[in-house]
């Protein structure tokens, strides 16, 4: 069965610190990773998208990693601000017809001042 | 145009109403998707449309009912909807074919009560 987990569940930081968020995943056959960022009571936002040969990619302050090797990825948040506060979710696509995706259960990320 | 746009952004109704959710994009995406999404939950696909044919229905009630007009528009009619329906309802759009997903994007949501 494909999996997709995250950790932590959720993580308070303060303005202008760094944090990482944690993505493992047994989705078979593999096709791409992504990140996405979700507003409370809003659509997620596309961060990074990732494929098999990719291991880091950048977008702003957001550096996104992965091992296809060990099935794990991760984000980097840099010199997090207020605006960050959201919930940071992970999904990979099955390389079968349809594209369909599996997401992670997200981190709830809180930056406090 | 990289957007998903969705119509209403809320809607409150009565159990026994009729309404529909309206979701368009002009991105040249052949394959349009319906999520339902509650809080603090990863958002759970509902219906897959391919080049405007329904190609995926993942055991929704029937009192959610699809319908995709043209290549550019979803809609999901809503009919006697229970409170547990309440949710956020997000449309999705993508090119179709095995990994041809990179322009997946999401729509903003309609947020949803039902009382």
């Known amino acids: 069965k494909n999996q997709v987990e995250q950790s932590p569940q959720s993580l308070i930081i303060l303005e202008g610190k760094n944090c990482t968020l944690q993505?493992?995943?047994?989705?078979?056959?593999?096709?791409?990773l992504r990140w996405y960022k979700q507003d409370t009571g809003r659509g997620p936002v596309s961060l990074t998208i990732?494929?098999?040969?990719?291991n880091t990619k950048s977008n702003r302050r957001y550096t996104a990693t992965l091992d296809a090797d060990t099935k794990q990825s991760s984000l980097h948040i840099t010199a997090s601000q207020l605006s960050d506060s959201a919930s940071y979710i992970c999904v990979v696509s099955a390389l079968v017809a349809g594209n369909m995706l599996t997401f992670g259960g997200g981190t709830r990320l809180m930056v406090k001042p | 145009d990289t957007e998903v746009t969705q119509t209403p952004k809320h809607l409150v109704m009565g159990m026994t109403n009729k309404k529909s959710l309206k979701c368009e994009q002009h991105?040249?995406?052949?394959?349009m998707y319906w999520y339902k999404q509650k809080a603090k939950k990863p958002p759970e696909l509902m219906f897959v449309?391919?080049?405007?044919?329904?190609?995926i229905n993942e055991s929704v009630p029937s009192r959610f009912s699809p319908e995709c007009p043209n290549s550019s528009l979803l809609n999901l009619h809503l009919h006697a909807l229970q409170p547990e329906d309440s949710a956020l309802y997000l449309c999705?759009?993508?090119?179709?074919?095995?990994?041809?997903?990179?322009?997946?994007?999401f729509g903003s949501g309609t947020r949803l009560t039902v009382v």
């Open positions: 999705a759009s993508s090119q179709p074919g095995t990994g041809a997903d990179y322009g997946y994007t």
């Open positions: 991105m040249g995406h052949r394959a």
């Open positions: 990732m494929t098999f040969s990719e």
């Open positions: 449309y391919s080049y405007e044919k329904l190609s």
């Open positions: 993505c493992n995943y047994t989705v078979s056959p593999f096709s791409n």
